[in-house]
């Protein structure tokens, strides 16, 4: 491949280099460094002698009040949609357009790495800019590929290594609870063994009382009692907060005495998901100390080493592989929900409901069957779910995997079944998580990030193209100019019509 030189570079116009640096970018999205992009303001001149009293009021360094419309730099970070840019830096996708005229029409994420420069409008109380961890550390993606939990946790010979509890149907051990909600969540295990020594010492304290553990991560409920239960609860809140940001929706959050944090514009969404947390559960100091450098991110420093030398695990300009609907399209089932969340109650929206017909309502297991939405192999199974890996190589962790829920246990294929395009897994059922009538719930993962149903790769099914609503389980299945209303109570208006091509 042919390279600029130095010298011809000196000659361009600024401009030009500008657009062709984008241009690489968009082309060569393997090619992106891995070290932390600290987004530090230097101190101006004639400030030193005062930096330690500034230190003590000012915690982390602030950002001017830029000109409306005022071009910052940034670069892409993993992730990144022009959306999600637009809502944090107080723009519009157009404007981002106007200044990067090189991004294509079709562009989905933004190759980590791109230089950028996005017209900013000032905000007030934008928080700390220090990056904790960068999100390929915070999925359960390929970063956790080989990470053995129950190993790790042995080797560290504390009170957590001998911990048992009853947990989803059984007597669990530590290692099974942190693995069971790190791949339910899609939740790194590292992020939440260092979640779980920074809040409660599991692994420097020797032992632990029955109301600490209780109250394992600062989660006061009485909801939410001993380690499988606050940790499950924690991950939910962090899912919330992460994807929040990837979408663009969380701007803002209160901290413990109602004082007001908006996320620095610049930062990355597994930041802001632990700002998020910590907000809920500490109060000021104690924030201010863990979202800082000597905080949370230590302590996953001593536990897990240097986060940042992990590689980005989303490149620039996913697409999702052609998909079908997850059953035969012969006879007319409903859309019963529309996106809402992939596991747990509330953020990532990246999930679908489907129902087959039936003479009455409840629950009862169909004799129709649900299908494969795509050719892979069945990674994972348990009470009423499988996930089918696309890209075949039996690592959930890595490219595209499909989460099937309320699939019943009786008649389904085993893990490690090969199936095809349109191929049988099971039968719809209430079996598993929380059902009011026979349907299938799916969701998609992306080297174990959930991708949001309608987002900017929207989950399109048999050309079938999902629309959100204002609320979780609402909206709109659309192909041409056919509209379907998601309808948890199904009537004609959410009736899939019956495509012999679908299929």
Same mark, same amino acid.
């Given at each position: 491949m042919k390279t600029h030189s130095a010298k011809a570079f000196q000659t361009l116009p600024m401009k030009k280099i500008f657009l062709i640096l984008i241009l690489l970018a968009f082309s060569l999205v393997a090619c992106s460094g891995s070290s932390q992009p600290l987004l530090m303001i230097p101190t /101006?001149?004639?400030?030193?002698?005062?930096?330690? %009293?500034?230190? %003590?009021?000012?915690p982390y360094p602030t950002r001017p009040a830029y000109q409306p419309g005022e071009l910052v730099e940034y670069i892409a970070q993993a992730g990144d949609t022009l959306p999600a840019l637009a809502a944090r830096f107080n723009t519009t996708e157009a404007e981002i357009r106007l200044a990067n005229p090189i991004i294509p029409p079709d562009a989905t994420t933004m190759p980590p790495g791109?230089?950028?420069?996005?017209? =900013?409008?000032?905000?007030?109380?934008?928080?700390?800019?220090?990056? =904790?961890?960068? !999100? /390929?550390?915070? #999925? @359960?993606?390929?970063?956790?590929?080989?990470? @053995?939990?129950?190993?790790?946790? @042995?080797?560290?010979?504390?009170?957590?290594?001998?911990? $048992?509890? *009853?947990?989803? &149907?059984?007597?669990?051990?530590?290692?099974?609870? %942190? !693995?069971? #909600?790190?791949? @339910?969540? &899609?939740?790194?295990? $590292?992020l939440l063994l260092a979640l779980l020594e920074y809040q409660a010492g599991v692994f420097s304290h020797? &032992?632990?009382?029955? !109301?600490?553990?209780?109250?394992?991560?600062?989660? !006061?409920?009485?909801?939410a009692i001993g380690v499988y239960l606050q940790l499950s609860r924690a991950a939910n809140i962090l899912n919330d907060g992460y994807y929040r940001w990837r979408e663009g929706d969380l701007i803002e959050f209160e901290l413990e005495d109602g004082s007001i944090v908006r996320p620095d514009p610049w930062q990355n969404a597994a930041t802001v998901s632990l700002q998020y947390f910590f907000a809920q559960v500490l109060d000021v100091e104690s924030y201010k100390l863990a979202i800082g450098q000597d905080g949370f991110a230590q302590t996953y420093?001593?536990?897990?080493?240097?986060? *940042?030398?992990?590689?980005?695990? =989303? /490149?620039?300009?996913l697409k999702q592989p052609d998909l079908l609907l997850p059953y035969v399209n012969d006879v007319?089932?409903?859309?019963?929900?529309?996106?809402?969340?992939?596991?747990?109650?509330?953020?990532?929206?990246?999930?679908?409901?489907?129902?087959?017909?039936?003479?009455?309502?409840?629950?009862?297991?169909?004799?129709l069957a649900t299908t494969a939405v795509g050719s892979g192999v069945v990674v994972r199974d348990g009470e009423g779910f499988l996930v089918l890996d696309l890209d075949g190589d039996g690592d959930e962790h890595t490219g595209w995997n499909i989460f099937y829920l309320h699939v019943a246990n009786e008649g389904r294929v085993p893990v490690g079944t090969v199936v095809e395009a349109g191929d049988f897994l099971g039968h719809p059922s209430c079996e598993g998580g929380r059902s009011t009538g026979t349907h299938i719930h799916i969701a998609r993962k992306y080297n174990g990030e959930w991708v949001s149903a309608s987002g900017v790769i929207p989950f399109v099914l048999s050309g079938w193209q999902p629309l959100a609503g204002d609320a979780a389980y609402s909206g709109y299945l659309v192909k041409g100019d056919t509209y379907i209303l998601a309808n948890t109570k199904p009537?004609?208006?959410s009736a899939i019509p019956v495509d012999g091509t679908d299929q």
């Open positions: /101006a001149p004639g400030e030193a002698d005062e930096q330690a %009293v500034q230190a %003590v009021e000012t791109m230089p950028m420069q996005i017209p =900013i409008y000032y905000r007030a109380l934008w928080g700390n800019p220090y990056q =904790i961890i960068p !999100d /390929a550390a915070f #999925v @359960n993606g390929p970063d956790a590929s080989t990470f @053995n939990t129950a190993q790790f946790i @042995n080797q560290q010979q504390s009170w957590f290594y001998q911990y $048992k509890a *009853w947990a989803f &149907s059984g007597t669990r051990t530590a290692a099974e609870i %942190v !693995d069971y #909600v790190a791949a @339910n969540y &899609s939740i790194s295990p $590292k020797s &032992s632990i009382s029955s !109301d600490a553990e209780a109250n394992l991560l600062g989660l !006061d409920s009485p909801f420093q001593r536990l897990f080493g240097d986060p *940042w030398s992990i590689e980005p695990h =989303i /490149a620039g300009s007319t089932w409903a859309f019963t929900g529309g996106p809402h969340t992939g596991w747990g109650s509330l953020f990532p929206w990246s999930a679908m409901d489907f129902a087959p017909p039936s003479e009455h309502s409840g629950c009862d297991i169909s004799p009537d004609n208006r």
